[in-house]
């Protein structure tokens, strides 16, 4: 049995507003909370017992995840009092695994949307025979990522952090934030204190000579840290440019989700996500966006690549493009919201009041 470990404890402060209420593995991506898409993929691979190590907003997980029975998983919940770090999360939870001191666990972080062949990732740590292995891919700009260099066999040699020079990067490899350790190394990251794998956990490592190994995958890969990859992420799953089990339908141009009212001459496209019980108004336009459960949008409003949060309200002939609505906030008739701008959740916007914003 293969069991893993998943970091779910951030503030997730680059995604505020849609965090306030909701820790940010629990905001809806394609109409369920992202968490359950991270699941679903690892149960697929073979996974079948889980450990989440919670700290913000932890009483959110069990109520709706249970003991996981509903997904065939074994799910169990740790919560940090104080902010560890992801090595001292990972290290805060480790009495609750079943693994044998040479056996693998897989290590998820919970803001990652990938394509990653999870049991590719642990065959090749069984076969290099490594301390800890690790998922990376190969981005265009590697410079606010840790860069992670390998020889030609896929041994890592270096950890990079955020390089600003060009002499600086030497690879466009880097940590995409999945990892495989052997139970026993886990054992080894220090109790009670804060502390970063990045930084500290695998720099050390390769300073005592252990073996970490790289594995490259360079399939679908995004973090969905802003509110804007967030929005991207939701629609690739619609799309199906994102693999996952759990999207609640059929993937397509739309998901409209039970419940939800759409009005017959709106349009929905670009993989739009409508959630439960909300109402879209006729002659609507909504485009690669994500309408979250009972939010309503009146009839003429256009809406691409925005997110529009619980219980919003979007008023009539309003326009929003790359816009992050919060839960419950109402925007008023023939505005114009553009450009990032974010609406804390509850805000109020009287009609015809913003005709143009950048981001904030």
């Known amino acids: 049995m293969t069991e893993a470990i ?5 503030k997730g402060t680059r995604l505020r507003p849609l965090t306030v209420h909701t820790p940010k593995p629990m905001v809806p991506a394609a109409g369920v909370p992202f968490l359950t898409h991270q699941l679903a993929r690892a149960r697929a691979a ?18 709706y995840f249970g003991d996981g029975s509903a997904l065939g998983l074994h799910l169990e919940y740790v919560t940090e009092q104080e902010p560890l770090g992801t090595g001292g999360a990972i ?13 693998p666990v897989l290590i998820f972080n919970g803001d990652i949307l990938t394509g990653l062949d999870i049991k590719a990732l642990v065959a090749t740590h069984r076969t290099s025979r490594a301390d800890v292995s690790l998922h990376l891919t190969r981005v265009e700009d590697p410079r606010a990522f840790g860069l992670v260099p390998t020889d030609g ?64 995958d360079s399939t679908y890969w995004l973090d969905l840290g802003t509110p804007q990859a967030f929005v991207r992420g939701s629609a690739d799953l619609v799309l199906g440019r994102a693999p996952s089990p759990a999207v609640p339908g059929r993937c397509g141009d739309r998901l409209v989700l039970e419940t939800a009212e759409v009005a017959p001459d709106a349009k929905l496209t670009g993989g739009t996500v409508v959630g439960r019980r909300a109402v879209i108004g006729a002659g609507a336009r909504i485009e690669g966006s994500a309408v979250l459960e009972g939010a309503v949008i009146e009839p003429g409003a256009q809406i691409h690549d925005s997110l529009i949060g619980a219980g919003a309200r979007i008023g009539a002939r309003t326009v929003l493009d790359g816009a992050v609505i919060g839960d419950g906030a109402r925007v008023g008739a023939d505005n114009e919201l553009r450009d990032g701008i974010r609406i804390w959740c509850g805000a109020d916007i009287p ?6 914003s950048s981001d904030q």
């Not at 290290?91 to 056996?103: F, I, K, M, T, Y």
């Not at 999945?178 to 490592?205: H, K, M, Q, W």
């Not at 009609?351 to 143009?356: A, E, H, L, M």
Request: proline letters at 8%; a negative charge.
């Open 91 to 103: 290290r805060n939870v480790a009495e609750r695994l079943h693994s044998a001191p040479g056996d």
């Open 351 to 356: 009609p015809g009041s913003v005709r143009f």
């Open 6 to 10: 998943l970091l779910v404890g951030g």
């Open 153 to 216: 066999t896929g041994r890592v040699t270096a950890f990079l952090e955020k390089p600003q020079t060009p002499e600086e990067i030497v690879t466009d490899q880097i940590n995409a934030g999945a990892y495989v350790f052997n139970r026993s190394v886990i054992d080894t990251i220090p109790t009670g204190r804060p502390v970063s794998v990045e930084r500290e956990t695998f720099p050390g490592l390769l300073a005592d000579g252990a073996h970490l190994q790289g594995m490259v």
């Open 46 to 63: 073979g996974v079948t017992h889980i450990v989440l190590a919670t700290s913000y907003l932890a009483e959110v997980f069990e109520p």
